[in-house]
C-alpha cells in the first residue's frame, strides 16, 4: 500500500510538471487560433497594464472609480481636475464583481480615497467574468488572490492563463514590456482614463432582455459593499448612460435601481439624463466624448450636492 501511495504521489508530480511545462511551450509558440483555452493578454484593450502601473505610484485621491469599460471611458480625470477633485479609475474590460473586489484588496488601503464611485452595469452582474480574469491576470501581478478568483470562476482557460501567467512572472518578462499611449483608437490618458477617437452611434433596434442578476455576482458584491463601509468610505453607485435605444431594450430596470438602492446611494443617469443617441455615443453602451463631458459635469453637480 505504501509503496502504490509513493508511486502514485510521483506520478501526481510528473504529471503536474509535464501539464505546467506544455502551458509554457504552447502558450509560447502556438498560433492563436490554436490555443482557445490559453489567452494571455498583455498589453490588450483597455490599457490595464498602464493603469496597473500608474496606480503603484499614487498614495491619495478624492474620488476612486471602479466598474467596467463604461467607467475607465466613462470617468474623465481631466474634467474633475477643472473642479479641482483629484481622481483615479481603477476599471477594467468586462469588470464583473469578483475582479472588482480582488483590486480593492490589492490596491484600495495604498490608494485611500476619501470617496468612491461604482459604476454598476446590469450585464457585468449577468456575464461568467472569464474575460476580465484573463485581462487581470496578464496585466497586473499574480498572488493568492488570482488564484481565489480562479477558483471561483473555475473554467480552464483561467487556470492556463494563470499558470502561463504565473511562469511569466518568475521571468520577470512584465518587468520590461512597455505598453503605448496610443493603440487602435485610444489614448491613456493619466489617471487611468481611456480617450477614444471620436466616433457616432448610429441607433439600431435591440430584442426585449431581461436582467438576471447571478447570486454569486451578488454575494461578491455584498463583500466589496462591506470592505468599502468598514472603512468608512463614502460610496456612490452609479448606472453609467448607455444609448437609449439599448437601455428600453431592458423589461425589468426598476428591479435592478431596487437592488442598487438598497446598498448605498444609487444614481440611474439613463432616467436623469437626457442624451442622444447619435450625438453623444461611439456604440450602443459606450459614451463619446462629447457625452463623457455631459455625465461627467452631471455627476460632479450631483456629488457637490
Known amino acids: ?28 509558440f502556438a498560433p ?6 490559453l489567452n494571455y493578454r498583455i498589453g490588450s484593450k483597455g490599457h490595464l497594464f498602464s493603469r496597473i502601473q500608474e ?19 466613462g470617468f474623465d480625470p481631466r474634467i474633475f481636475t477643472s473642479h479641482k477633485l483629484k481622481t483615479f479609475n481603477l476599471g477594467s474590460s468586462s469588470q464583473t464583481p469578483i475582479q472588482t473586489l480582488l483590486l480593492l484588496k490589492r490596491y484600495l488601503d495604498n490608494i485611500k480615497p476619501k470617496s468612491i464611485v461604482y459604476e454598476v452595469y446590469p450585464e457585468t452582474f449577468m456575464i461568467d467574468g472569464i474575460e476580465s480574469s484573463l485581462d487581470i491576470i496578464a496585466n497586473d501581478k499574480n498572488d493568492e488572490l488570482s488564484f481565489k478568483m480562479a477558483y471561483h470562476l473555475n473554467h480552464i482557460k483561467t487556470y492556463n492563463t494563470l499558470i502561463y501567467s504565473f511562469i511569466q512572472d518568475l521571468f520577470h518578462t512584465k518587468d520590461s514590456f512597455y505598453e503605448s499611449i496610443q493603440k487602435k483608437g485610444d489614448t491613456y490618458i493619466k489617471g487611468g482614463f481611456v480617450e477614444a477617437e471620436m466616433k457616432y452611434y448610429i441607433p439600431t433596434s435591440f430584442p426585449p432582455k431581461k436582467i438576471i442578476i447571478d447570486k454569486k455576482h451578488l454575494s461578491f458584491f455584498e463583500e466589496i459593499i462591506h470592505e468599502i463601509k468598514k472603512r468608512n468610505i463614502p460610496l456612490t453607485l452609479v ?6 435605444s439599448f437601455y428600453t431594450s431592458y423589461n425589468n430596470t426598476n428591479y435592478f435601481d431596487r437592488i442598487m438602492s438598497s446598498y448605498a446611494p444609487y444614481y440611474n443617469f439613463n ?11 461611439s456604440d450602443y453602451h459606450h459614451l463619446n466624448q462629447t457625452g463623457v463631458k455631459l455625465f461627467n459635469e452631471a455627476l460632479i453637480k450631483l456629488l457637490n450636492k
Open 32 to 37: 492563436t487560433s490554436l490555443k482557445p483555452n
Open 1 to 28: 500500500m505504501r509503496k502504490f501511495i509513493t508511486s502514485f504521489f510521483i506520478f501526481v508530480l510528473f504529471a503536474l510538471f509535464l501539464y505546467v511545462s506544455s502551458i509554457f511551450l504552447w502558450g509560447t
Open 55 to 73: 496606480i503603484k505610484k499614487i498614495d491619495s485621491v478624492d474620488i476612486l472609480f471602479l466598474g467596467s469599460s463604461h467607467a475607465y471611458r
Open 239 to 244: 448606472f453609467a448612460p448607455v444609448s437609449a
Open 271 to 281: 432616467k436623469t439624463l437626457k442624451l442622444e443617441d447619435s450625438l453623444h455615443f
